[in-house]
C-alpha cells in the first residue's frame, strides 16, 4: 500500500520499531491482565498485531488504557537484549509462565536453529527480531492502538479464538497523526457504510449471507458499465453468449472442478433424481457451446463473452460487504484458437484490460505466474504457453513482475493488480491459458491439413467479478461517480418559487439529453446545497432571478473552489463532453 506521505526514518527500519512497540504492549496487557496467555505478534504493513487470551472480551474502549501502561513501561524499560538458551531450557520456561501458545511456537522453530529471547528490561518473549537498541528511541507520542478483533489460533476455526489488538508506530508524532487520518479516509470512503448512507446495496440474511441485493442507483452504474462493456467487447468480435445457473454433477467432475475446488462449491440438489450443482465458473458452459457442433480452422479465433452469475462458498468470516461474496457476476469471456493465433489474441485482450484500468484512473501491475509444482501438460505447452503472453506483455510494452509457480494448475496466466485512490492494491484482471479443459471436453477443430486438432483455450476476466469490482469503485471514488456511470448527476435549485417554472424547464432539457436531474424546490438553498453535497451529486444549477434574467445558470461542481456561470446551451455541452470522453473529472 502506497501511503500518500514520506514517513520519517529512524536509526533502524520502521519495522524493527513496530516489532519492539509490539513487545511493549504485550508486556502492557499483561500488567493489566495477570495470567493472560500471549501467542504471536509480528509487525505488519504501517502497524503490528498481538494476539492474546484473555479472562474477558476487549472493547475498543480498553485501548487508551493499554496505551497509558505502554507509556510506564517505556518510563521504566531499556535496552532491547538478546539471549539463547537451548531448546530445554527455553520449554522450561515458557510452561513455567503458563504459555503454552509460546510453548508451541518454539516446537516450530527447526532442530538445529538458535532459540532467543528479547528482554527489554520488564519483560522477555520468544523471537527473532529485530529491534530497536532501546525502548528510549520509542516515542510515546508515536504509537497508536488502533482497533481489536478475534483471531483462531493459527487460523483454524477450530481452535481457541484469541484477541487481537492492532495497532501503529512511527518516529514522529505527525507522522501518527497523518497515518490516522488516512485510516479516517479509508473510513469515509468504505462501500458499506456509503452503501448504506447513499442506498446502494444491502444484504439480507434471509436470502442468505453473501449474496448482494443492487439498490437503484447502484443499479444504474451497473447497467452503465455493463452496456460499455458490451459495446467493447462487440468491437472486439466477441459473441454474447448466456449459460444456465445450474448444471449436473458430472460436468463439474469432468470439467476438475469437484476435483480441485470442491470446498468452494455449493452443496447438490437432487432434481429428477440427479445430482446438480449450481455453477462455480461459467467456463464449462462455453466449453459446451463450442462443442455442440464441429469447428474448422476457419472459424477460429473464436470468441464468447457472458456476464454470467456464479456461486461460490466462501467461509462466513471471510466475507466483507460486496468485496468478498458467494453470488456475483464474472465478466467472462473464453477464446479458442490455434497456436499460432495465441499471442494475437493475448495482445487484444491486454489492450482491453488497458482500456478499461485507465478509463477509471487505476495504476496497475502485471504479473507473469508461470508452472506451480502440481500442473497438467508438457514442458513444451507450458514454454509455448509462457512464450506468448511474454511476447504479448512485450508487443503492449507491459512490464511484468515474476510470480514463479503462481499459475493454475491447468496453465500459465497474467495477474494484474490494481491500486485505487488512496493507494492500496486490489485483485484485479486475469489473463489465463488452459490446457485441462480442452483435453478433458475433447475440444478439437478441423484443420487446414483435414485432421483433428485441440484449440487452445484462453480464459480472462477484466472486471473480474461486478460486486468486486463496483464495491471497489465506490472506495476509489468515494461513491463520486464520474458523470457517464454516475445516477444522480444533476441538482437544480431554484432559489425562490418565481423560478421553479424555468428551474422544471432545465430539468426536462437535461433529461431529454440523457442525464438523471433531481430537482429540490424547498428549504433554505444552504441546506439544500448542502445535502446535494451528503447525496454525492457532483452538479448544483442554481437558478435565481438573475439567472432566469440572462437564460444561465449558477454552476457549483464537486471539487471546484469557483462557482460558474454559463448558459443552458453552454451547460449541456460542458456535460456531453464530460460524458462522451468519460472524464474522471468534474
Same mark, same amino acid.
Given at each position: 500500500?502506497?501511503?500518500?506521505?514520506?514517513?520519517?526514518?529512524?536509526?533502524?527500519?520502521?519495522?524493527?520499531?513496530?516489532?519492539?512497540?509490539?513487545?511493549?504492549?504485550?508486556?502492557?496487557?499483561?500488567?493489566?491482565?495477570p495470567g493472560a496467555k500471549v501467542a504471536i505478534g509480528p509487525p505488519i504493513?504501517?502497524?503490528?498485531?498481538?494476539?492474546?487470551?484473555?479472562?474477558?472480551?476487549?472493547?475498543?474502549?480498553?485501548?487508551?488504557?493499554?496505551?497509558?501502561?505502554?507509556?510506564?513501561?517505556?518510563?521504566?524499560?531499556?535496552?532491547?537484549?538478546?539471549?539463547?538458551?537451548?531448546?530445554?531450557?527455553?520449554?522450561?520456561?515458557?510452561?513455567?509462565?503458563?504459555?503454552?501458545?509460546?510453548?508451541?511456537?518454539?516446537? =516450530?522453530?527447526?532442530?538445529?536453529?538458535?532459540?532467543?529471547?528479547?528482554?527489554?528490561?520488564?519483560?522477555?518473549?520468544?523471537?527473532?527480531?529485530?529491534?530497536?537498541?532501546?525502548a528510549q528511541q520509542i516515542r510515546g507520542d508515536a504509537f497508536k492502538l488502533?482497533?481489536?478483533?478475534?483471531?483462531?489460533?493459527?487460523?483454524?476455526?477450530?481452535?481457541?479464538?484469541?484477541?487481537?489488538?492492532?495497532?501503529?508506530?512511527?518516529?514522529?508524532?505527525?507522522?501518527?497523526?497523518?497515518?490516522?487520518?488516512?485510516?479516517?479516509?479509508?473510513?469515509?470512503?468504505?462501500?458499506?457504510?456509503?452503501?448504506?448512507?447513499?442506498?446502494?446495496?444491502?444484504?439480507?440474511?434471509?436470502?442468505?449471507?453473501?449474496?448482494?441485493?443492487?439498490?437503484?442507483?447502484?443499479?444504474?452504474?451497473?447497467?452503465?458499465?455493463?452496456?460499455?462493456?458490451?459495446?467493447?467487447?462487440?468491437?472486439?468480435?466477441?459473441?454474447?453468449?448466456?449459460?444456465?445457473?445450474?448444471?449436473?454433477?458430472?460436468?463439474?467432475?469432468?470439467?476438475?472442478?469437484?476435483?480441485?475446488?470442491?470446498?468452494?462449491?455449493?452443496?447438490?440438489?437432487?432434481?429428477?433424481?440427479?445430482?446438480?450443482?449450481?455453477?462455480?465458473?461459467?467456463?464449462?458452459?462455453?466449453?459446451?457451446?463450442?462443442?455442440?457442433?464441429?469447428?474448422?480452422?476457419?472459424?477460429?479465433?473464436?470468441?464468447?463473452?457472458?456476464?454470467?452469475?456464479?456461486?461460490?462458498?466462501?467461509?462466513?468470516?471471510?466475507?466483507?460487504?460486496?468485496?468478498?461474496?458467494?453470488?456475483?457476476?464474472?465478466?467472462?469471456?473464453?477464446?479458442?484458437?490455434?497456436?499460432?493465433?495465441?499471442?494475437?489474441?493475448?495482445?487484444?485482450?491486454?489492450?482491453?484490460?488497458?482500456?478499461?484500468?485507465?478509463?477509471?484512473?487505476?495504476?496497475?501491475?502485471?504479473?507473469?505466474?508461470?508452472?506451480?509444482?502440481?500442473?497438467?501438460?508438457?514442458?513444451?505447452?507450458?514454454?509455448?504457453?509462457? $512464450?506468448?503472453?511474454?511476447?504479448?506483455?512485450?508487443?503492449?510494452?507491459?512490464?511484468?513482475?515474476?510470480?514463479?509457480?503462481?499459475?493454475?494448475?491447468?496453465?500459465?496466466?497474467?495477474?494484474?493488480?490494481?491500486?485505487?485512490?488512496?493507494?492500496?492494491?486490489?485483485?484485479?484482471?486475469?489473463?489465463?491459458?488452459?490446457?485441462?479443459?480442452?483435453?478433458?471436453?475433447?475440444?478439437?477443430?478441423?484443420?487446414? =491439413?483435414?485432421?483433428?486438432?485441440?484449440?487452445?483455450?484462453?480464459?480472462?476476466?477484466?472486471?473480474?467479478?461486478?460486486?468486486?469490482?463496483?464495491?471497489?469503485?465506490?472506495?476509489?471514488?468515494?461513491?463520486?461517480?464520474?458523470?457517464?456511470?454516475?445516477?444522480?448527476?444533476?441538482?437544480?435549485?431554484?432559489?425562490?418559487?418565481?423560478?421553479?417554472?424555468?428551474?422544471?424547464?432545465?430539468?426536462?432539457?437535461?433529461?431529454?439529453?440523457?442525464?438523471?436531474?433531481?430537482?429540490?424546490?424547498?428549504?433554505?438553498?444552504?441546506?439544500?446545497?448542502r445535502e446535494a453535497n451528503l447525496e454525492k451529486i457532483p452538479y448544483v444549477?442554481?437558478?435565481?432571478?438573475?439567472?432566469?434574467?440572462?437564460?444561465?445558470?449558477?454552476?457549483?461542481?464537486?471539487?471546484?473552489?469557483?462557482?460558474?456561470?454559463?448558459?443552458? $446551451?453552454?451547460?449541456?455541452?460542458?456535460?456531453?463532453?464530460?460524458?462522451?470522453?468519460?472524464?474522471?473529472?468534474?
Amino acid at each position: 500500500m502506497t501511503l500518500p506521505f514520506e514517513p520519517q526514518q529512524g536509526p533502524v527500519s520502521l519495522q524493527a520499531l513496530r516489532h519492539s512497540v509490539s513487545h511493549i504492549m504485550a508486556d502492557a496487557v499483561l500488567r493489566r491482565f495477570p495470567g493472560a496467555k500471549v501467542a504471536i505478534g509480528p509487525p505488519i504493513e504501517h502497524g503490528f498485531y498481538y494476539d492474546f487470551e484473555l479472562p474477558r472480551p476487549l472493547t475498543d474502549e480498553d485501548l487508551p488504557a493499554i496505551e497509558e501502561e505502554m507509556r510506564a513501561i517505556l518510563a521504566e524499560a531499556g535496552e532491547f537484549q538478546r539471549s539463547t538458551m537451548s531448546r530445554a531450557d527455553a520449554e522450561a520456561r515458557l510452561r513455567e509462565a503458563g504459555q503454552e501458545y509460546k510453548v508451541e511456537l518454539l516446537g =516450530d522453530i527447526p532442530v538445529g536453529e538458535e532459540i532467543s529471547f528479547y528482554d527489554h528490561g520488564t519483560w522477555s518473549d520468544l523471537c527473532e527480531g529485530p529491534h530497536v537498541e532501546s525502548a528510549q528511541q520509542i516515542r510515546g507520542d508515536a504509537f497508536k492502538l488502533t482497533s481489536v478483533a478475534g483471531a483462531y489460533w493459527r487460523g483454524d476455526a477450530d481452535k481457541a479464538m484469541l484477541q487481537r489488538i492492532y495497532g501503529t508506530a512511527w518516529w514522529s508524532k505527525k507522522d501518527v497523526r497523518k497515518y490516522l487520518d488516512y485510516l479516517e479516509e479509508i473510513k469515509k470512503r468504505d462501500h458499506r457504510r456509503l452503501g448504506r448512507e447513499l442506498d446502494l446495496f444491502s444484504l439480507n440474511p434471509d436470502f442468505g449471507a453473501g449474496l448482494v441485493f443492487w439498490h437503484p442507483k447502484l443499479g444504474h452504474v451497473r447497467r452503465q458499465l455493463e452496456q460499455w462493456w458490451w459495446d467493447l467487447h462487440y468491437a472486439a468480435d466477441y459473441w454474447p453468449v448466456y449459460t444456465p445457473h445450474v448444471a449436473g454433477e458430472k460436468v463439474f467432475e469432468r470439467s476438475g472442478h469437484l476435483e480441485n475446488y470442491a470446498d468452494m462449491i455449493w452443496a447438490p440438489m437432487a432434481v429428477d433424481e440427479r445430482p446438480h450443482r449450481v455453477k462455480p465458473m461459467n467456463c464449462p458452459g462455453h466449453v459446451t457451446i463450442f462443442n455442440s457442433r464441429r469447428h474448422s480452422y476457419r472459424d477460429l479465433p473464436l470468441r464468447f463473452a457472458e456476464l454470467g452469475t456464479v456461486y461460490r462458498y466462501e467461509p462466513s468470516g471471510t466475507l466483507h460487504g460486496m468485496l468478498r461474496v458467494r453470488g456475483f457476476t464474472q465478466d467472462d469471456a473464453h477464446i479458442f484458437c490455434t497456436p499460432g493465433q495465441l499471442a494475437d489474441e493475448i495482445v487484444d485482450v491486454l489492450k482491453m484490460v488497458h482500456t478499461i484500468l485507465s478509463t477509471f484512473g487505476y495504476q496497475y501491475t502485471a504479473y507473469l505466474a508461470t508452472r506451480p509444482q502440481k500442473s497438467l501438460g508438457t514442458d513444451e505447452i507450458w514454454e509455448h504457453a509462457i $512464450d506468448a503472453l511474454k511476447a504479448a506483455a512485450e508487443r503492449q510494452q507491459l512490464p511484468l513482475e515474476d510470480d514463479p509457480g503462481g499459475g493454475v494448475f491447468y496453465g500459465p496466466k497474467i495477474d494484474y493488480k490494481i491500486k485505487d485512490a488512496l493507494g492500496r492494491e486490489w485483485q484485479g484482471p486475469t489473463v489465463q491459458v488452459d490446457f485441462n479443459l480442452p483435453d478433458r471436453f475433447d475440444i478439437q477443430f478441423n484443420d487446414a =491439413d483435414n485432421t483433428l486438432k485441440r484449440p487452445v483455450m484462453v480464459h480472462r476476466a477484466i472486471f473480474g467479478s461486478m460486486e468486486r469490482f463496483v464495491g471497489g469503485l465506490i472506495e476509489h471514488f468515494g461513491a463520486w461517480f464520474p458523470l457517464w456511470i454516475n445516477p444522480n448527476p444533476i441538482a437544480v435549485l431554484p432559489i425562490t418559487d418565481e423560478q421553479i417554472e424555468a428551474a422544471t424547464s432545465l430539468q426536462a432539457r437535461l433529461v431529454e439529453a440523457g442525464y438523471r436531474t433531481a430537482m429540490w424546490p424547498d428549504g433554505p438553498l444552504r441546506k439544500r446545497v448542502r445535502e446535494a453535497n451528503l447525496e454525492k451529486i457532483p452538479y448544483v444549477a442554481v437558478l435565481g432571478g438573475r439567472e432566469v434574467e440572462e437564460g444561465t445558470v449558477n454552476l457549483r461542481i464537486h471539487g471546484r473552489k469557483d462557482q460558474l456561470s454559463m448558459s443552458m $446551451d453552454e451547460f449541456v455541452a460542458y456535460l456531453d463532453d464530460k460524458r462522451r470522453s468519460k472524464s474522471l473529472e468534474f
